[in-house]
């Protein structure tokens, strides 16, 4: 019966709720999306039926063996405040056994009902008995018209016992749920209690009822029972898997756990498998939105994402592009990207977030020109998977080349932030490093150029487009091929309905993503989202684009790298002592209001994260920047300073406890975001393989 009705989602008695998207801005569209009022039915409240349930039919050991799997899944405390308003209350049974027929059904209906228990749909859960359901679990109801029974399909976490628990981790497995209610008119309202809690309802007309319509004899109240419940539409959206991600078993994965929870969800999808390296971004950057209008999912590790970012980003249509939602199920290697930025790892939650909705904005920013070990880790990505990263900068460590930069960056304060009223906005794509600037991109997707060796300079940034268009001409010949720019990108790793009462990360996003337009003060921010704001950038960043510091036009080390790691930079220092024993030369450049920094010296590494960069498959606590958060418009910049293998190592091993920022030649800060950052150098070397910069590597 669940299966049947999966796919008559525009099935008569079910009232579709307006798509919030089909008409106006989504963003504003988003943040108006509430709930319904907080009692649907209030005069069924409290309401327990106690008549005919006197009859016995479903034996005392089901009975037993139910309550076993329930209390499997038996969460939470129902006094606590967690559980949300009342939507509903009655009586359920919880049945064992799946009816195959109508007549089991009636059978089941009109027998059973000695077993009921007081029961109650909150905003947050189902509770039967002493049993409790959360609604994050439900993935959707199945009800066939006319019966009194619906079944709750859910996938909550279930616990492994005391022993296993310290080995196993807790998975997700589905449990379908089949309740009696006390009459089909309950069983109604049960149901539209679900539906208003924005929980999908695979509706599926009775047979009989069909049959009755079909004949002569049909009676007026028979069409009274024939129930409208107002549900959510289900969404559209396109799958892009890639298949080579994880060491090929995307595919599987996808299948088997994901597609069977779209399916109960009504999704309406179609999937694609990237053929080739490219094949992603091309989609995103050429698909009709119209066939996809719900969002994009990206199947596979980071880089897959990654690619679709960058499609869309390409795309004529920015502010349309940055507004499809684009879902991630984890299918790669490493996966860290979803992990650090949503906190799920494992492809059926993030299949359930994203079959539950909220959104989650996101900044997102560029890197050119990265090679080195990025690209070398890519070599081995058949052969080492997430440990290419490694790998790559195992063999870059033995010939560690020295690296001077010349970096420049705006330091943000904590009152800087809190005055300007930042808020929250999350950043999916991340820069986990600042490579060594290449001479050529090799993907011709990406539009390399040779013409990219002219580049004095390596730039990330996170800038408005316009602030692109008014520096390229002057500063970077090939930056409209190569680059990409990305605005604030309202990018969501879930879908588009809303979630009105959860204090979840994703509807704390939605705070974000609906406020970015009016209230984040930034000037990058603002022009981020409003392409015709002109003064958002003439007034600022796109200023501090034209007017980049004051590079040497041949630094006195831009000459050949020292591959022995030996330091030796030779620059004056003036900057404070630390700096000096670090080799820094540290001046500040004011401009207008803001206060650049500029550093200068020799460095093992620069990383910059816009999410902790906490690995998936680290047991340990290696996170690389501990107080990066995906959602607070700034980017954590580290400086590793001085150079040598010796430091080098230090810097590893104490990273892999997450103790590197104290480290004395390791500095740590927040920076602005939607500005540049500038690095000069003869060579660059960032420790790609820490972080997973797969996302940027098509940056
Ligand atoms: N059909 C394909 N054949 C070969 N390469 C592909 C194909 N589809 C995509 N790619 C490339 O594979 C790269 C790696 O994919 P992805 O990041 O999704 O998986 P992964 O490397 O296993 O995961 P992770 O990045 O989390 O380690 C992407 O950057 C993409 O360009």
Redesign the pocket.
């Known amino acids: 019966m669940q299966k049947s009705g999966i796919s008559q989602n525009n099935s008569p008695g079910v009232l579709p709720q307006q798509s919030i998207h089909q008409s106006g801005s989504r963003r504003s569209q988003i943040s108006t999306g509430q709930h319904s009022s907080p009692t649907v039915f209030p005069e069924k409240r409290g309401k327990v039926r106690s008549s005919r349930q006197k009859e016995k039919n479903i034996a005392n050991d089901d009975t037993e063996k139910v309550k076993a799997e329930v209390h499997k899944i038996d969460i939470g405390d129902e006094q606590s405040d967690l559980l949300g308003y009342e939507v509903f209350s009655g009586k359920l049974v919880l049945e064992k056994k799946t009816a195959h027929s109508n007549t089991d059904v009636q059978n089941a209906t009109g027998t059973a009902y000695q077993d009921a228990v007081d029961a109650k749909l909150t905003s947050k859960a189902l509770i039967w008995g002493h049993m409790m359901l959360s609604l994050e679990d439900v993935v959707s109801v199945s009800y066939m018209a006319g019966l009194g029974q619906f079944t709750v399909h859910s996938y909550p976490i279930t616990k492994k016992s005391c022993m296993l628990s310290c080995f196993v981790k807790p998975r997700r497995t589905r449990k379908d749920f089949r309740f009696l209610a006390s009459s089909p008119e309950d069983a109604v309202q049960w149901v539209s209690g679900f539906a208003d809690q924005q929980c999908f309802v695979n509706f599926s007309e009775n047979p009989m009822v069909s049959m009755k319509k079909q004949s002569s004899e049909i009676l007026a109240a028979d069409f009274l029972f024939e129930p409208h419940i107002k549900c959510k539409s289900p969404p559209k959206m396109l799958v892009i898997l890639?298949?080579?991600?994880?060491?090929g078993r995307?595919s599987k994965v996808f299948e088997s756990k994901v597609k069977p929870i779209f399916q109960l969800a009504g999704f309406k999808t179609e999937i694609i498998?990237?053929?080739?390296?490219?094949?992603?971004r091309k989609l995103a950057s050429s698909v009709d939105f119209n066939t996809c209008p719900d969002g994009i999912i990206c199947v596979?590790?980071?880089?897959?994402v990654?690619?679709v970012l960058n499609g869309l980003l390409t795309r004529d249509n920015q502010e349309e592009a940055i507004s499809i939602p684009i879902g991630i199920i984890?299918a790669?290697?490493?996966?860290?990207?979803v992990w650090t930025v949503l906190g799920v790892r494992d492809p059926v939650s993030a299949a359930l977030t994203i079959v539950k909705g909220g959104l989650t904005a996101t900044d997102v920013f560029a890197v050119e020109w990265i090679r080195t070990v990025l690209e070398l880790s890519e070599k081995y990505?058949k052969r080492f998977?997430?440990l290419r990263y490694f790998v790559a900068g195992f063999l870059k460590f033995l010939c560690l080349p020295k690296y001077n930069y010349e970096l420049e960056y705006l330091p943000v304060s904590k009152e800087r932030s809190r005055a300007e009223g930042i808020p929250k906005a999350s950043s999916l794509s991340s820069i986990d490093s600042i490579m060594t600037p290449s001479r050529v991109s090799e993907d011709p997707d990406m539009g390399g150029s040779t013409l990219a060796s002219s580049e004095p300079s390596d730039y990330v940034r996170g800038i408005d487009p316009k602030i692109k268009r008014l520096s390229s001409g002057r500063i970077n010949v090939v930056a409209e091929a190569e680059e990409v720019l990305h605005p604030q990108v309202s990018l969501s790793a879930t879908p588009i309905w809303p979630r009105t009462r959860s204090k979840s990360r994703t509807d704390k996003a939605w705070t974000g993503l609906t406020t970015a337009n009016d209230s984040r003060p930034s000037r990058g921010t603002v022009a981020m989202n409003d392409k015709e704001d002109i003064s958002s950038t003439t007034s600022d960043p796109g200023l501090y684009w034209d007017r980049e510091p004051k590079w040497d036009t041949q630094p006195k080390w831009d000459a050949e790298p020292n591959w022995d790691g030996d330091t030796e930079d030779p620059i004056e220092l003036s900057g404070p002592p630390d700096d000096i024993e670090l080799g820094i030369k540290k001046e500040e450049v004011p401009k207008l209001e803001e206060k650049w920094v500029v550093k200068k010296g020799q460095f093992l590494g620069v990383l910059i994260c816009n999410h902790s960069c906490r690995t998936v498959q680290s047991l340990s606590s290696q996170v690389v920047a501990p107080k990066a958060e995906h959602d607070d418009s700034s980017l954590d910049l580290l400086m590793v300073h001085g150079g040598g293998r010796l430091r080098l190592l230090r810097f590893l091993t104490n990273l892999q406890g997450g103790r590197h920022v104290s480290l004395p030649y390791v500095e740590y800060l927040k920076v602005a975001l939607f500005k540049e950052f500038k690095l000069k150098s003869s060579q660059l070397m960032i420790d790609a393989f820490i972080c997973?910069a797969?996302?940027v590597?098509?940056g």
């Open positions: 890639n298949p080579r991600s994880g060491h995307s498998k990237t053929t080739t390296a490219g094949h992603a596979g590790g980071d880089g897959i990654n690619e984890p790669g290697s490493d996966n860290s990207l990505q998977g997430p997973d797969g996302e590597s098509e």
